[in-house]
């Protein structure tokens, strides 16, 4: 007997009691098809939240403006107009950690078109604000600086807005709307986006340039933006080095001094979608770790059969040993024995891990991804639980002795 | 001495006692027992029940380690043996029967003679050719299939004779091989030992029957752990019932 033909000998003492081998395989199975299920919702989870994050926006930063502080009382961010034009062109320029940066100021207006109209949220802004948020045009064209310098009426609208005004999947380019009497002419049509991780539907929106916005919509505060300014670091780890830039930056430009508190306010989108991250991560981490331990309960199941199947076969075992088995041959068809069972636990397990997160995925409409490494890690884990639980069993039998056993009834 | 020079001595036992530790009580089922066997012998080893004459035949079978003495077979010093080594003994030297036949259940009857043949380290193919050709032997090459369960007493019998054979070794050690069977195949088993005997194995059994001692070229009977008595006879010939 060599190791080679230990495995289909333990197999075909498996095969001689096939529902004790499955019931006993049953929760090793259970074990690897939750680990498996597990791990792939988790992932599936994580790469949405991803997705949500990306749809808001590449690496971005919001700068906001400061509070007003007065006799005591405090109001929030933006309250009062801090940032201003000259500010936005020294974060263009000299921060080398911003690929773009653009001002966003916002409000409601109600848009009519010749036979409908709809209110929506409207955004004075530059055209690297699509940029920041990776935003791209579906039809026609974005405003351009020429747009921005002439102060032209032009409309940008998300999809949401051209739906509701002319109708689901209307082409709504060189068509002519009213906001507030005065005629705009709709220039691009965006790129549906969906929601926002709050339920804000981002197609709900329409863009015009800034100095159209200030002239036409909502006067503007001369040197002061009266609104937000939205960043795009170079790359997702330059959120950081981008954030304190820039904080440096406004901090000289306002002349703030050390013991001063920021007179703005900038939030890292990349952290906050990392923080969310970390969330889906530690749950998936819960999860997994609650399938490993059904999986060591299935483990301890596999030893618990084996005990029971070494006794009922110490018979078998005495006359293994009287023609010529050594210790190490029964320690080793035992062994085996437990490996395997534990091993086409795994596989079935795998198999249906993988089913059923593929049902789960199908159904919260999240994209399946198996997970090679977890498939191997949880394979090789059940084989290792065959080893562990099956050594105990294992020794014992291969430590009886031959007279013993075989007078065993 | 003529008899020692043409035939080696296989089994030299020589003072081997065996006690075991009840409570406080000691059993000697052993006392001081030296035997020699000689190639070619075919010996029947008889006493009452509780005599040690099975005790004498574990050990002798290598199953089992003598509490003192010292025991060589086939030229080997077994008594210290480790158990790998002995299990070694039994798969190369000698072939054992059990009174209660001992197969495997739920295995068929060339898997159980291919057993030895799996520990020896033999190949799968030439297991079964020496286990077909070992069964048939036996006469039960028409059973190479069969299971335990579906043998008779004698067939199952034959098949552990079978088992015993399959590793060519170079003795069998029987115990009560016919005590599990009637009369009618007890003749029949015998005259298989004799047939294996004449083809120039050397065999030793125990029985309590004095019938089944009659096939013996030499009976050695024990009593209390010790040998009383130890004679050569001639051996009375097992005819197969037609």
Known sequence: MNLINVMPIAFTALMRNKTRSFLTALGVIIGVASVISMVAVGEGAKARVSGVFAAMGTNMLIILSGSTSTGGVSGGFGSMPTLTWEDLRAIRNQAPAVRWAAPAQTTKVTIAAEDQNWTTSITGTSPEFFDVRNWVIDRGSLFGDSDLQAATKVLVVGA?????????????????????????????????????????????????????????????????????????????????????????????????????????????????????????????????????????????????????????RTREIGVRMAVGAKPWHVLAQFLAEAVTLSMIGGLIGIVLGSVIARVVAGRLGWTYSPRVDMILLSFGFSALVGVGFGLYPARKASRLDPIEALRYE | MVDLVVAPMLVVARDLTKIYILGDTELRALDGVSLTVVQGEFVAIMGPSGSGKSTLMNMLGCLDRPTSGTYTLDGQEVSR???????????????????????????????????????????????????????????????????????????????????????????????????????????????????????????????????????????????????????????????IAA
């Open chain 1, 160 to 312: 949401t807005v051209s739906d509701k005004l002319f109708g689901p999947g209307s082409d709504p380019i060189g068509r002519t709307v009213r906001i507030r009497a005065v005629p705009f002419l709709i220039v691009g049509l965006l790129q549906r986006k969906g929601q926002s991780p709050m339920g804000t539907d981002y197609d709900d929106a329409a863009f015009v340039p800034v100095e159209t916005f200030q002239n036409q919509i909502q006067g503007g505060l001369q040197n002061y933006i009266a609104g937000i300014i939205v960043v795009s670091a170079i790359s997702a780890e330059d959120t950081g080095r981008a954030q304190s830039e820039i904080t440096s930056l406004l901090r000289d430009r306002h002349h703030l001094g050390p013991k001063d508190d920021d007179d703005f306010n900038i939030r890292n989108l990349t952290e906050m979608a990392n923080a969310q991250q970390q969330g889906t991560q530690t749950l998936t981490a819960l999860l997994a770790a609650i399938a490993v331990v059904s999986l060591v309960v299935g483990g301890i199941g596999i030893m618990n059969i084996m005990l029971v199947s070494v006794t009922e």
């Open chain 2, 81 to 239: 043996l480790s158990r790998g080594h002995l299990a070694e003994m039994r798969n190369r030297t000698i072939g054992f029967v059990f009174q209660s036949f001992n197969l495997l259940a739920r295995t068929s009857a060339i898997e159980n003679v291919e057993l030895p043949l799996v520990y020896a380290g033999l190949g799968r193919r030439e297991r079964r050719e020496r286990a077909r050709v070992a069964l048939e032997s036996v006469g039960l090459g028409g059973r190479l299939d069969h299971r335990p369960s579906q043998l008779s007493g004698g067939q199952q019998q034959r098949v552990a004779i079978a088992r015993a054979i399959v590793n060519r070794p170079k003795m069998i050690f029987a115990d009560e091989p016919t005590g599990n069977l009637d009369t009618k195949t007890s003749v029949d088993v015998m005259a298989l030992f004799q047939t294996l005997w004449r083809a120039g194995l050397t065999i030793v059994y125990v029985t309590h029957e004095p019938d089944v001692a009659r096939y013996a070229s030499r009976i050695v009977i024990v009593r209390d752990g010790k040998i009383v008595s130890d004679t050569k006879q001639e051996p009375l010939i097992a005819e």
